[in-house]
């Protein structure tokens, strides 16, 4: 029988009062701490080399190195707004099944030939990261629905502010937090997204964090599912993981 999203809550609130290490969060009189190998390694996508040799107007690279130290987590306090969950809306698949059938073995490989794990390493790494049961989520205007073993549960999430996490490895990161309108057993009480973006945009992807414990969630470092759109394919997905 299938555990309902707050059972699973439960069991991840759990695991990250065990996690080891430090973590700052600022942002709406919040204060946590964080260990941060997923932001070192989970730069991931995101291991960007930025001295590109291209020949762009000075306006333009000013602008592209701004936007790559935001996504590498470099930032202002003040450059952080509130982002409403239009940003996300679509149809979103998981990751976790191109990990499992081999698609995704051409971005280990990459990863290792510019980093410091073996394939092999950088596989089992994604493996805890990207692992769910959520196949599926679409959103559309408030409603967030969630696909698993063939169900599906909507809910209504209303905005909650968003929270800065500090890493140990000296960047950052922004939680945008949405909580559910109407408690349900069947639904998480909180869903948090990070993509990377602190002001509103469109999402290219996304990583998600689910559960009933708005500060445990802040806690959570190993396991983020992560979403592309639907539309694309396990090679375009390929394609716009190496891009990044």
């Known amino acids: 029988m299938l555990m309902t999203y707050r059972q699973k809550a439960s069991a991840v609130a759990l695991s990250a009062l065990l996690i080891t290490g430090v973590q700052s969060v600022q942002a709406n009189d919040h204060d946590h701490s964080h260990d941060h190998d997923h932001a070192h390694d989970h730069d991931h996508d995101h291991d960007h080399d930025h001295d590109h040799d291209h020949d762009h107007d000075h306006d333009h690279d000013h602008d592209h190195s701004h936007d790559s130290d935001i996504y590498a987590g470099y930032f202002d306090d003040e450059q952080v707004k509130a982002r409403p969950l239009s940003d996300w ?83 950052r990161g922004v939680r945008f937090i949405f909580e559910l309108e109407e408690a349900s057993d069947d639904l998480p009480q909180y869903i948090q997204f990070s993509d990377h973006s602190i002001y509103p945009t469109d999402a290219s992807h996304f990583h998600l964090y689910w559960g009933d414990g708005r500060e445990a969630l802040l806690e959570e470092v190993t396991n983020w599912p992560t979403y592309y759109p639907s539309a694309l394919d396990g090679d375009e997905i390929v394609d716009e993981m190496l891009a990044h």
Do not use: M
Request: hydrophobic share 25%; charged share 30%; glycine share 10%.
């Open 89 to 171: 809306e679509g149809d979103w698949q998981s990751v976790y099944p191109y990990l499992e059938d081999g698609t995704l073995d051409e971005v280990f490989a990459y990863k290792a030939s510019e980093g410091d794990k073996t394939a092999e390493e950088y596989k089992a790494y994604y493996e805890t990261g990207y692992q769910t049961d959520v196949n599926r989520i679409v959103i559309d205007g408030q409603n967030v629905t969630f696909h698993e073993d063939g169900e599906q549960r909507t809910g209504e999430y209303q905005y909650d502010g968003y929270e800065i996490l500090t890493y140990e490895a000296g960047n």
